[in-house]
């Protein structure tokens, strides 16, 4: 089935730096989401980008669609404590019914 | 306020005893999608449903059964519970379309023992 790899499981920064996440895909997607999830919460979605090359901003928060449809990056400038968590990318393709691919995730710690 | 309820939040329980997690949303959503999230894993789907009497596998269903037969509600059931359902469930919902973002529920811990 389909599969999206996020790595590595854990990153640690220092506050004030900006972070880069990637997800890549074994097979095209066609619509492209970012979600963050804080503890004892669910998924919140942060970014959705529904067209290859598409970049869009949400606050501190980058992410683009990649041009070959198969990766998708998360830029965070500027850390701040509050954006520990848990950063899942998710994508679906056309003829999924809406079926959701997560990627397993990427736990944030920003040191003060 | 648009949002996905889950009841209850916790629940702790023993092998076989049946067991029902409530899910409702509140946004006209016609799919509604159920996770589980285990550690290493990330979110794996368990059931969704594309409309009213609409239901279909997701990846892992072995354990589960769901039924739509209201809109805005989508229940879980366990029906004899086994201690490797213990996991963290989410109720996602969305409009439905391909490229629609799912909302999710703040989820349901259960634990089984």
Request: glycine content about 8%; overall charge neutral.
């Amino acid at each position: 089935g389909q599969q999206l790899n996020q790595s590595p499981q854990s990153m640690f920064i220092q506050e004030g730096e900006d972070v880069s996440m990637n997800c890549t895909s074994s097979s095209i997607f066609n619509t492209w989401l970012w979600y963050k999830q804080d503890p004892g919460e669910g998924p919140v979605l942060l970014i959705a980008l529904y067209k290859a090359g598409e970049l869009t901003s949400n606050g501190r928060l980058t992410a683009q669609f990649g041009i070959t449809r198969k990766d998708s990056f998360l830029n965070i400038s500027a850390s701040i404590p509050s954006d520990v968590g848990i950063y899942f990318c998710a994508g679906t393709f056309t003829g999924a019914n809406s079926k959701l691919t997560f990627g397993k995730g990427i736990t944030l710690s920003v040191r003060p | 306020e648009a949002q996905v309820t889950q009841n209850p939040r916790y629940l702790i329980t023993v092998t076989g005893k049946k067991l029902t997690v409530t899910c409702s949303q509140n946004m006209n959503h016609e799919y509604m999608s159920w996770y589980r999230q285990d550690p290493g894993l990330g979110l794996r789907q368990i059931y969704y449903s594309m409309n009213v009497e609409v239901t279909d596998k997701g990846d892992v269903p072995e354990g589960y059964k769901v039924s739509r037969k209201e809109k805005r509600n989508f229940p879980l059931i366990l029906e004899s519970p086994s201690p490797n359902q213990t996991s963290l469930y989410f109720c996602a919902s969305s409009w439905g379309a391909d490229n629609q973002p799912q909302h999710f529920g703040d989820g349901t811990r259960l634990s089984i023992l």
